[in-house]
């Protein structure tokens, strides 16, 4: 089973296939997010160094664009913040685009059809 678009000369994708699409990449989507924020908790729980619960909330912050909660003091704990945090935007635009796809593909497939 393959994974990809169909092409501007075939049909239009079925309803069902449509919605299929958008399930395969929600789920694509949030477990990309998932990833991103275990990285996040490991690298604040271990780099802060800070508990579990503050890491996951700082983690979720940054990622979800809101900015850092706790005060990092050690120099890693800041390296690692800075690099996190521009992963994290890069992350977001991603995870954007993958959801988004099925959505944007069908309305320029539609476009093109004669």
Known sequence: MHYFFEHKSQPL???KKFITRLWKNTFIALFFL???LLLGIVGYRYGGPMSWIDALHNAAMILSGM?????INTTWGKLFSAFYALFSGVAF???IGIFVAPVVHRFFHK???E
């Open 34 to 36: 998932l990833i991103s």
């Open 111 to 113: 476009l093109h059809l």
């Open 13 to 15: 994708a079925s309803r």
């Open 67 to 71: 900015g850092p909660v706790v005060t």
């Open 93 to 95: 635009i991603t995870n």
